[in-house]
């Protein structure tokens, strides 16, 4: 199975456009949500129940904010060619040694389910730092450095749950 970010570093180099770049951000949101919401029928916990209830409203505010932030540059006829944003640019990080199998069909038990959505989160909120670290615009900075933190928050709020989860387990 290839990996969700190979597909992302292919896709950023091969966009020509800040808009194709948002398109592609709010696909990724939907695949999010999608995955929160088809994971809830495999949780037992009441507790990752909630968290992935959440998580998927989260993503869906994320496509929205994205779709938003998409119309505005439409509506304010700002540029949507690569002048003040360079989505193939050479330095792209190798995201793909240090996180895998985010939508990993081998996870089935809760805390793999929420291993592969931490590995979401966290790739996520990679992506959006890139894309915050490649736009020379100040809008289209601070709104991806915006993302990238609330992916963060999401990444920390699952690893918190995890850690709390089997430490419990350890001492028990």
Known sequence: MK????SIIEELEELDTFEEVLDMAISLEEKGRSFYLDKLAEIKSPTVQDIFTYLAREEKKHSQYLRDFKEK???DSISHDLSSFNPGAATTPDFREM???EF???WSDEEGVLLSALRFEKKTEMLYTELARRATDKKKKHFFEKL???EKEHYELIDGFLEFSTQ???ET
């Open 104 to 106: 990993s069909e081998r």
């Open 73 to 75: 540059y439409s509506k």
């Open 3 to 6: 990996d969700i970010l190979d």
């Open 168 to 170: 419990f387990r350890m």
């Open 99 to 101: 996180l895998q199998e």
């Open 148 to 150: 990238a933190n609330y």
